[in-house]
């Protein structure tokens, strides 16, 4: 999946589960910065090529590394509330109306919220797995594997469905987006059927075409 999928993913995830309902949408802002998080072992691209070569797809992407990232970023954003000042100042900057609510947002949450927010991130970055093991290969790429128990094991597994940058899940997303901009108060009905339209063209595209 590309980047914007992966964030949608986890986005969709958090909203379909009701946890912003409960918790506001810092929630699915976690949720959608940890989808789209194992795909920092791509950034070894800035250090070295065989950083790259050795690291790309590999370091970020097993079930310890998800652990580790999840963790740090609930953690991070629990304590700093980091997502929602960024928003806050970004809707200051653009003159936002409504931006001193996001402010609301930005206060520490407590102990029991701060362990919600660690998880909801973990389960997050193992969606990024999921997706990656279904969204394998190109038309001159061949499928890649995800070796979930790196560094214990080199073992790799992929279940290719739907080729990568296929364009058919990036509109599923898009239609539900404005979707979800549309019928903000019916978001989790929103978020809910995006998943299921997602999850039938995925199985459709991967057996039936
Ligand atoms: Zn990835």
């Keep these: 999946m590309t980047t914007f999928e992966h964030v949608m993913l986890g986005m969709n995830g958090a909203i379909a589960a009701g946890l912003t309902r409960r918790c506001g949408w810092p929630v699915a802002a976690v949720a ?51 997502l929602p000042r960024m928003a806050y100042w970004l ?51 061949a499928d890649w594997e995800v070796s979930l128990f790196w560094p214990w094991s080199r073992r790799g597994w992929v279940f290719p469905l739907v080729p990568w940058g296929d364009p058919g899940m990036t509109i599923v997303f898009v239609v539900g987006l404005f979707a979800l901009v549309r019928w903000r108060p019916h978001a989790q009905r929103v978020s809910l059927l995006t998943l299921l339209t997602l999850a039938a063209y995925m199985l459709i595209r991967g057996f039936l075409c």
Aim: one cysteine or more.
């Design 32 to 82: 959608g910065l940890a989808a789209a998080a194992p795909d920092w072992d791509g950034l070894t691209l800035l250090f070295s090529s065989s950083a790259f070569a050795a690291g790309h797809r590999l370091w970020g992407h097993n079930v310890l590394a998800c652990v580790l990232v999840g963790t740090l970023i609930g953690l991070i954003d629990c304590r700093w509330a980091v």
């Design 91 to 141: 809707g200051q900057m653009l003159r936002i109306e409504g931006a001193a609510s996001l402010a609301q947002n930005s206060r520490p949450v407590d102990g029991r919220r701060c362990s919600l927010w660690i998880l909801v991130a973990i389960i997050a970055t193992f969606s990024h797995l999921l997706a990656d093991m279904l969204v394998s290969g190109t038309a001159t790429l």
